[in-house]
């Protein structure tokens, strides 16, 4: 095989193991209760962002690559791994004023549009989100 043959080879390789057709979409914006979506957040200039009161009606957050913001808070995914029906995510937070540190979260994948937070010590204890449509 020629050397230009085989860059081409290993071009293809990579492009197609890191695509993965079936990896979850967080991008968006995910409340825990879909019926108040439009109170928990707005769109302006093409941007969605969280209303002033969004914590009266359940709060949420926006996923927007690799950065996760909430009213108080904003993480940086710094890892994102999916496995079984699970997605397990690494972020480093941290809110206007203090360092959070790194945090771990696990969500199940119940579809695109609906996940719920899991937690290890308390699998009996979950908090279901739902992506909105804005």
Known sequence: MSKAAARMFF????????????AFDLNG??????SNCNKVFVKKNNKISMTRNSDVFGGGF?????????????CKLTSKKEEGGVLHLIAACSTEIAVL???EVSAKIEN???ITRIYPSFPEMGISFYRCKI
């Not at 071009?11 to 079936?22: D, P, R």
């Not at 927007?64 to 913001?69: A, D, K, T, V």
């Open 11 to 22: 071009g293809a390789v990579c492009v197609l193991f890191s695509w993965s057709a079936h």
């Open 29 to 34: 914006a995910w409340t825990a209760d879909a």
């Open 62 to 74: 926006i996923v927007e690559g690799n950065l996760m913001r909430g009213q108080a808070k904003t």
């Open 101 to 103: 540190g790194t945090q």
């Open 112 to 114: 695109e549009d609906r």
